[in-house]
């Protein structure tokens, strides 16, 4: 459960600092020093002919510090990092130069959950500068397109809005499908019955082309792709094209979801993967929210690696390498679960250019993105 009085863990004296930037990353041009560590660090690309030698993922560098509650990382063309913090409105570059604040979102309103939130380039952003971003306005969350450049966000267009908002459960996940639509994760907003409901926008996905109509093929002829969700932290793609979808639960039975088209995921009339012919039941569920919340996801070589905010860990999940037999039932075999409580809250992670994945926690003022080699274990 994402519990508001939990974000501001961790904050402290504000700190804007990049560390290290000594040695580059092939491809990102940006740093790849390791993070202090007992003992030496094991070369997670070693090629071992014993799958058991094999290691999971490793921490490899601490890439910047003393950011302020940071929601979403998204890479542009060229590896710059954009990273949205919530609470301050403030969209911040990662790179050599620091941690600058490129642009600031006008019109949001942080409280509890609600603020800036995902943040998602336009697949042809070479050419057109397109911004998309997640965002609690005065009268609720919104998606709007900005053209972004050196000199800051240009004129707001609002594509989506009267997305239900509230101090919880906000949703905020945008990304681009493999089909060039873009999918907007969204909660209930604490209104439960939002979520059944295909008149409202809260507990969805929404699927949407660039200019905020409803996608071609949605399964009611309106924004909604999927329905009977919470609160949609996570969306990813694996190799097949197949969507997945993390979701925080309520005080048990958080969710990893295969999403198909117009299918009810049952909240609030089911949690995770009971059998009810009515509702698809969840792929994997963590009984216990402690050991989970999940929020952001990431697919790297059919591995989930899912980050957990009150279970300050990260979660890996081998994916089904095909159809939909074994996606149901509630557990993934093969769940792994490292760096409990090594870096506190973990809000977002997702797949670099050069095939590392990024991490931004969760501690307030004093949060970081840290960069992970995935492994292979």
């Known amino acids: 459960m994402d519990m508001p009085f939990m974000e501001s863990q961790g904050a402290g004296p504000a700190r804007r600092t990049v560390l290290g930037f000594g040695s580059l990353v092939v491809g990102l041009g940006l740093l790849s020093a390791c993070t202090p560590s007992a003992g030496p660090t094991p070369d997670p690309t070693a090629p071992s002919s014993d799958p058991a030698t094999v290691p999971g993922p490793v921490i490899t560098a601490t890439l910047a510090t003393g950011l302020d509650t940071p929601w979403s990382i998204a890479f542009l063309p060229g590896a710059e990092a954009l990273v949205s913090e919530r609470d301050t409105g403030a969209i911040r570059s990662i790179g050599p130069a620091g941690t600058p604040v490129v642009a600031t979102v006008p019109g949001v309103v942080h409280g509890g959950e609600g603020g800036l939130l995902g943040l998602a380039p336009s697949p042809d952003f070479t050419s057109t500068g397109q911004l998309f971003i997640y965002y609690t306005a005065v ?125 009810n995921y049952g909240w609030p009339l089911v949690t995770g993967a009971q059998a009810d012919v009515r509702f698809e039941p969840a792929a994997h569920v963590w009984p216990s929210t402690a050991d989970a919340s999940p929020s952001a996801l990431a697919i790297d070589d059919g591995v989930a690696y899912v980050a957990a905010l009150r279970g300050e860990r990260l979660w890996t999940l081998p994916l089904p390498t095909r159809g939909r037999e074994n996606a149901g039932g509630g557990t993934l075999s093969g769940s792994t679960e490292y760096f409990q409580g090594e870096y506190g809250r973990l809000r977002d992670v997702v797949r670099a250019p050069d095939s590392s994945l990024w991490i931004a926690t969760n501690e307030g003022s004093s949060s970081r993105i840290l960069r992970l080699v995935p492994g292979r274990g």
């Open 139 to 263: 009268d609720g969350n919104r998606v709007s397109r900005f053209a972004h450049s050196r000199a800051g966000l240009g004129p707001e267009q609002v594509l989506v809005s009267g997305i239900p908002s509230a101090s919880i459960h906000n949703g905020g996940r945008i990304k681009f499908g493999p089909d060039g639509y873009l999918y907007i994760g969204t909660g209930d907003a604490g209104q439960q019955d939002a979520a059944q409901d295909i008149g409202s926008l809260g507990g969805k996905i929404l699927r949407v082309d660039p200019d905020g109509a409803a996608a071609p093929g949605n399964p009611f002829g309106s924004l909604i792709f999927s329905f009977g969700h919470r609160n949609v932290q996570g969306l990813a793609w694996d190799a097949s094209g197949r969507m997945w979808a993390s979701e925080l639960g309520p005080d048990r039975d958080d969710e990893l979801n295969l999403i198909t088209p117009g299918t």
